[in-house]
């Protein structure tokens, strides 16, 4: 498990310790140094005096007189420049510390009120977050813990931080991270081999951020994705027509298309469908690929139909990473296609991962070009799932269609959300 910062989780506080390192900055001292830069963090209010409330400067001649391991402004001082360099705020690689434009724009913050100019802000920055591994592997933490909650709705705080578990931010990583939810926490840390301190650390920050930016909806211990960033004041309802979601960061990788382009950039290495061990025998590898190209192309048959109803309606397609996203000046339909095999197994796991990359996508990926249309949510499967899975993305405003022959068949959501589209949808 990647180790993470766990001193400071309030933006606020976070915005008024960046603006002490960069008052340290500009008055050339040595922001570096654990002591200088702590006891300012004291004196700002940042860091606490512990549980005997004393006079701040009392307080810090109390830990001066300790070994500097004992000094805990040090610790403070040592995770906040921790997390400024995860959130690419500053650069102490060299001998001082350097602010970015980030950094400034954080600082810039402190003693304000917490707008949407600041919550867009600070949601930017922590889903831009990178994390670096001990073998060179790469994640975004915040990125993976909302497509963890997405994909488990009803998962405890403590299991979020599984968020840190994920080596990187692949399908199969996450679907990994999402089985180990299923177990209680003492056998999730025998599996994974992290001691119970770091386990407890790592709970403390990802979800504290979630909840602050109102990406998701708490209920006791139990936390669900809101529909979109920012909404989860209002329980996480759907986007009222003409209004648009608050997008904090566009997916430059989208690209136009049309019917009979869609989908041809998709190969069988990247299709998410079907996962192969890497420790099966060659034979049993190669058996898995074919079933994974096979899946694709039908995968592909099935958006390509549903896309030529969508342009025949006159609705301009885009892909990437969604499967499509059809625009009209005022609607916008985010659609995920599934296949399925048959076995309830594969049911499950399709219909859970429809449910957490479109919520994941309608909340942060949805293009410019939407601009202020209404999303709507439509997951499509190869066959017709059953009543139980449907009613519950139902739950979650998602659309259910599934191709019936030549045709496609939905339920009684889709045929509010695609009929004027979709003629056999009506």
């Known amino acids: 498990m990647k180790g993470f910062p766990n001193q400071v989780a309030e933006l606020a506080k976070l915005a008024t310790a960046m603006r002490t390192l960069v008052q340290l900055v500009n008055r050339r001292q040595q922001a570096k140094d654990d002591g200088i830069f702590g006891q300012a963090l004291v004196r700002s209010g940042v860091a606490g005096t512990g549980h005997t409330p004393m006079p701040v400067e009392e307080y810090i001649r109390q830990q001066l007189t300790k070994e500097k391991s004992g000094q805990s402004f040090r610790t403070t001082a040592r995770g906040l420049r921790e997390l400024f360099r995860l959130l690419r705020f500053i650069d102490d690689s060299g001998e001082e510390v350097r602010i970015t434009d980030l950094g400034r724009q954080a600082a810039a913050f402190a003693g304000t009120g917490m707008d ?9 920055a922590i889903l831009d ?8 592997t790469a994640s975004h933490p915040y990125q993976v813990l909302l497509r963890l909650v997405a994909k488990k709705p009803g998962i405890t705080r403590a299991k979020c931080a599984l968020a840190l578990e994920a080596r990187d931010d692949s399908a199969a990583e996450l679907d990994r991270i999402a089985e180990l939810v299923n177990l209680d ?3 999730i840390r025998r599996r994974i081999g992290v001691t119970k301190s770091n386990w407890d650390n790592a709970k403390k920050v990802l979800p504290k951020f979630a909840e602050q930016l109102r990406d998701v909806i708490r209920d006791g211990d139990s936390f669900t994705i809101a529909v979109a960033p920012g909404r989860a004041a209002e329980g996480g309802a759907a986007p009222q027509a003409g209004r648009a979601a608050h997008v904090p960061r566009a997916p430059r990788t989208s690209r136009e298309v049309n019917a009979d382009t869609i989908g041809t950039a998709g190969t069988a290495e990247n299709f998410d469908e079907v996962q192969i ?4 025998d060659p034979e049993a590898a190669a058996a898995g690929v074919r079933v994974r190209r096979t899946r694709l192309r039908r995968h592909n048959l099935i958006l390509r ?5 969508l342009t025949a309606a006159g609705m301009t397609l885009y892909e990437n990473p969604f499967d499509a996203l059809a625009l009209t000046e005022r609607i916008g339909i985010l659609v995920e296609v599934k296949t399925l095999d048959g076995t309830v197994p594969d049911e499950r796991a399709q219909v859970s991962g429809a449910l ?6 309608q909340a942060f990926l949805i293009p410019p070009a939407a601009g202020e249309a209404a999303i709507r949510m439509v997951a499509c499967f190869e066959r017709r799932i059953t009543r139980e899975h449907s009613e519950w993305l139902n739950r979650q405003n998602i659309a259910v269609i599934w191709e019936d022959g030549e045709s496609f068949a939905g339920d009684a959501l889709a045929s509010n959300f695609l009929g004027r589209y979709v003629e056999e949808l009506r």
């Open 116 to 124: 949407d100019a600041q919550l867009s802000f600070w949601r930017r």
């Open 129 to 136: 977050m990178t994390h670096f591994g001990d073998d060179t």
């Open 185 to 187: 926490e003492t056998e």
């Open 356 to 361: 957490a990359q479109l919520l994941y996508y």
């Open 305 to 309: 139909k549903l896309a030529r109803r």
């Open 277 to 280: 061990s890497p420790d099966v």
